[in-house]
């Protein structure tokens, strides 16, 4: 059960040892028995105590790894739930904020999108407040690219 409380992030690429593009079969032998499916609009979703796999179902591949509070793993070693969104970069103009699907991404690190806190307000990306990170998703960097340019 460590695989799913922390690993390293690498945005647009893996989570420990869960790739984007793993196969379904291959998911699913390493998942703990403890997880939980929901079938959703064109996708199976696994979701284990603090992580989310959406697995495509056309392709029968992860094209979508979550993590959420309780989580332990961290992006460019140092980043990871409960950090503020400007310790992961710092220009407050570098940041897209998705209104509609209430994340934030950074232009610098395309592949990966950040959700706050539950209890955090949206915010335009300002220096003097505070954004803490609840959730991160990562997926190829071109499911994000139209909400970034």
């Keep these: 059960m460590e695989k799913h409380l922390k690993g390293n992030i690498v945005k647009g690429e893996r989570v420990g040892g869960f790739f984007l593009g793993m ?3 291959g998911l699913l032998k390493e ?3 403890a997880y939980r499916i929901e079938k ?3 996708c199976t979703v ?3 105590e603090y992580m989310s796999f959406f697995v495509d179902q056309e392709t029968k591949k992860i094209d979508q790894i979550c993590m959420s509070e309780g989580f332990k793993g961290k992006f460019l070693n140092q980043y990871g739930v409960g950090n503020d969104l400007l310790d992961v970069d710092h220009n ?3 940041w897209y904020v998705d209104w509609e699907k209430s994340c934030y991404s950074s232009v610098k ?3 990966i999108i950040f959700g706050l806190e539950e209890d955090a307000t949206m915010y335009e990306v300002k220096a003097n407040k505070n954004f803490p ?3 991160i998703c990562i997926a190829h960097p071109s499911k994000y690219e139209k909400r970034e340019e």
């Design 46 to 48: 696994y979701q284990t």
């Design 133 to 135: 990170i609840g959730w």
């Design 31 to 33: 998942l703990a028995p």
């Design 40 to 42: 959703r609009h064109g």
């Design 23 to 25: 196969a379904e079969e």
């Design 92 to 94: 407050p103009e570098n």
């Design 109 to 111: 690190h395309r592949g």
